[in-house]
Nanobody, 119 residues
Framework: VQLVESGGGLVQPGGSLKLSCAAS????????MRWYRQAPGKERELVAV????????MYSDSVKGRFTISRDNAKNTVYLQMNSLKPEDTAVYYC?????????????WGQGTQVTVSS
């Protein structure tokens, strides 16, 4: 399993960024996907979830109404569109999936992409 995030960077407050996570090594269309983030000195936080077919999504209260998770199963890619960014959104963003092997769940993570919101 390989997850590779991209799209992070420096953006001013109120700006937008779109993160991508390219997946390989597993049947992407059969797995839900998640975006997490981790700010310095803080625990990793679940930001958004999308089901395997994209039919259902869930967001943390801190990003609801500003972030949108989506996926393209033909491209094995999950996205996170981030609008109205705030300084408190500054963090390393990770995509994640859980794969079950013989009924044991395994978490897989990408390397992360840095998002910095600052003027």
């Amino acid at each position: 399993v390989q997850l590779v995030e991209s799209g992070g960077g420096l953006v001013q407050p109120g700006g937008s960024l779109k993160l991508s996570c390219a997946a390989s090594g597993f049947t992407f269309s059969s797995h839900g996907m998640r975006w997490y983030r981790q700010a310095p000195g803080k625990e990793r936080e679940l930001v958004a979830v999308i089901t395997n077919d994209g039919g259902s999504t869930m967001y943390s209260d801190s990003v609801k109404g500003r972030f949108t998770i989506s996926r393209d199963n033909a491209k094995n890619t999950v996205y996170l569109q981030m609008n109205s960014l705030k300084p408190e959104d500054t963090a390393v963003y990770y995509c994640n999936t859980i794969k079950y092997i013989r009924d044991t769940p395994y978490n897989y993570w990408g390397q992360g992409t840095q998002v910095t919101v600052s003027s």
